[in-house]
């Protein structure tokens, strides 16, 4: 008889009061709980407290990293990752229960995603299944790439793919999309300085272009109507911002003085 392997459930938090307590509900069943927050400012460590008394603080020095310290919090060989804005379904849950009731024959799962912006769940552009790093893996089979966003990861086994799906509320409205694109672009400049990128002209042009174009037309957004042509706007906007912070990060770096009076 196969004994059901037991799940640590870990999720990294920083300043996100509105969507931890239904991101830790919706995953009470795990045999553990773990919140890593990068000392907050909000409630998020007093809520998460309610659920868990597994919450740790961990300065936050990239992505990548800070999910590396939070599985290795985790004492079960399985580990589900999900992020605050997250919501782990029932269906969802029970697909994970029957497979780690049996003997799975993956080391690391990628996880359907449905996005829910501007009143609705959006499934294009590129929004469905829209799968991050695997969400469910083997505690010693997989780590994250330690870059500071958008991080890989190296996986020393199968992928497999489960076809339940969770929940994500990226974004509340367009102003908080903003002060997200705000940090992540902030982030993917300096981590395209750390890979030794060179920032061409060019590119404050041509990959935003290419960004609404993909989006809005290869990627089916025109077919979600107004959120889906917004869609595409915001994140040409992001994919403008990102690289005009990365040519001033360039121009810092080479000892040129930007923003001088």
Same mark, same amino acid.
């Given at each position: 008889?196969?004994?059901?392997?037991?799940?640590?459930?870990?999720?990294?938090?920083?300043?996100?009061?509105?969507?931890?307590?239904?991101?830790?509900?919706?995953?009470?069943?795990?045999?553990?709980?773990?919140?890593?927050?990068?000392?907050?400012?909000?409630?998020?460590?007093?809520?998460?407290?309610?659920?868990?008394?597994?919450? /740790?603080?961990?300065?936050?020095? @990239?992505?990548? $990293?800070? =999910?590396?310290?939070?599985?290795?919090?985790?004492?079960?060989?399985?580990?589900?990752?999900?992020?605050?804005?997250?919501?782990?379904?029932?269906?969802? $849950?029970?697909? !994970?229960?029957?497979?780690?009731?049996?003997?799975?024959?993956?080391?690391?799962?990628?996880?359907?995603?449905?996005?829910?912006?501007?009143?609705?769940? !959006?499934?294009?552009?590129?929004?469905?299944?829209?799968?991050?790093?695997?969400?469910?893996? =083997?505690?010693?089979?997989?780590?994250?790439?330690?870059?500071?966003?958008?991080? @890989?990861?190296?996986?020393?086994?199968?992928?497999?793919?489960?076809?339940?799906?969770?929940?994500?509320?990226?974004?509340?409205? !367009?102003?908080?999309?903003?002060?997200?694109?705000?940090?992540?672009?902030?982030?993917?400049?300096? =981590?395209?300085?750390?890979? @030794?990128?060179?920032?061409?002209?060019?590119?404050?042009?041509?990959?935003?272009?290419?960004?609404?174009?993909?989006?809005?037309?290869?990627?089916?957004?025109? /077919?979600?109507?107004?959120?889906?042509?917004?869609?595409?706007?915001?994140?040409?906007?992001?994919?403008?911002?990102?690289?005009?912070?990365?040519?001033?990060?360039?121009?810092?770096?080479? @000892?040129?003085?930007?923003?001088?009076?």
């Amino acid at each position: 008889m196969i004994i059901p392997s037991k799940l640590s459930v870990v999720v990294i938090a920083y300043n996100d009061e509105p969507n931890i307590r239904a991101c830790l509900e919706s995953v009470r069943w795990a045999d553990e709980l773990i919140v890593v927050d990068s000392h907050s400012t909000d409630a998020t460590e007093k809520i998460s407290r309610e659920f868990t008394d597994k919450v /740790f603080q961990h300065e936050f020095k @990239g992505f990548g $990293r800070l =999910r590396n310290e939070a599985v290795a919090h985790a004492t079960h060989d399985w580990v589900f990752s999900l992020d605050t804005d997250e919501r782990a379904t029932p269906e969802i $849950r029970d697909e !994970i229960r029957r497979l780690l009731a049996t003997n799975p024959q993956a080391d690391a799962y990628f996880v359907p995603r449905r996005n829910y912006f501007l009143g609705r769940w !959006i499934r294009q552009p590129g929004w469905y299944p829209n799968y991050r790093q695997p969400q469910l893996f =083997r505690k010693d089979r997989m780590r994250y790439r330690e870059e500071l966003v958008h991080e @890989g990861f190296d996986l020393d086994g199968r992928v497999g793919y489960l076809k339940e799906h969770v929940l994500q509320y990226p974004f509340r409205d !367009i102003d908080h999309y903003l002060a997200k694109m705000n940090r992540y672009s902030d982030l993917m400049a300096r =981590r395209m300085m750390e890979d @030794g990128k060179r920032f061409r002209p060019r590119d404050l042009v041509t990959h935003p272009v290419f960004t609404f174009f993909k989006m809005y037309f290869w990627q089916r957004g025109i /077919f979600e109507g107004i959120p889906g042509l917004i869609l595409a706007g915001l994140y040409a906007y992001y994919t403008v911002v990102k690289y005009a912070k990365f040519w001033e990060l360039a121009e810092k770096a080479e @000892g040129k003085v930007v923003g001088s009076a």
